[in-house]
């Protein structure tokens, strides 16, 4: 876990020296991981957003091509 890591070289320095494994920093390092693994999810869901989006617009294009240039004939 990256988090995890993370959380343990930040708590390293703010100490000062090697950190001892007691209840708060294992407990820092649990928090430390549950934000990495947040984080990851909000951008899943993000990239997963815009790609949705994407693929709906892709989708969606040849209809409304198809539309424009009924339009088009119509008027004409």
Avoid at 44 to 67: D, F, K, N, W
Wanted: glycine share 14%.
């Amino acid at each position: 876990y990256f988090g995890s890591y993370g959380t343990l070289i930040l708590i390293q320095k703010l100490v000062g020296g090697a950190v001892e494994p007691t209840l708060i920093v294992r407990a820092i390092i649990v928090m430390g991981i549950l934000v990495g693994i947040l984080c990851v999810a909000a951008v899943s869901i993000v990239v997963g957003g815009i790609l949705g989006t994407a693929m709906g617009y892709l989708v969606s294009l040849p209809q409304a091509l198809r539309e424009r240039k009924e339009e088009a004939q119509a008027k004409a």
